[in-house]
């Protein structure tokens, strides 16, 4: 069993920068493959960036690309989300996922734990 919990979220102007973390529990953080999702109200659950077990296969979605920075710190069994040039179109609630594998995915239902979730509000 792995319990995830998210942190660093809040509010901030468009351009400023958060930067989010989800503290893992449980056995082998380091083979576990990681993902950030988010979810604006009223829409789908989405993918935002994805880090495989050691960190050498990073994905992200198009819209965040050159702005978010997904990495992971194996030793506290933590990964984070660099969010920077943030916009409107980020806020959302964004939650961290893991799943053991040694493969990425960018699937949300490829997943199998989740965090609670931490908003992120972007203002103009």
């Known amino acids: 069993q792995v319990q995830l919990v998210e942190s660093g979220g809040g509010l901030v102007q468009t351009g400023g920068s958060l930067r989010l973390s989800c503290a893992a529990s449980?056995?082998?953080?380091?083979?576990?493959?990681m993902g950030w999702f988010r979810q604006a109200p009223g829409k789908e659950r989405d993918f935002v960036a994805a880090?495989?077990?050691?960190?050498?296969?990073?994905s992200y979605t198009e819209s965040v690309k050159g702005r978010f920075t997904i990495s992971r710190d194996n030793g506290k069994n933590t990964v984070y989300l660099q969010m920077d040039s943030l916009e409107s179109e980020d806020t959302a609630v964004y939650y961290c996922a893991a799943v053991y594998t040694r493969r990425l995915f960018k699937e949300a239902s490829m997943y199998l734990y989740w965090g609670q979730g931490t908003q992120v509000t972007v203002s103009s």
């Open positions: 880090i495989n077990w050691s960190g050498g296969d990073i």
């Open positions: 449980g056995r082998a953080f380091s083979s576990l493959a």
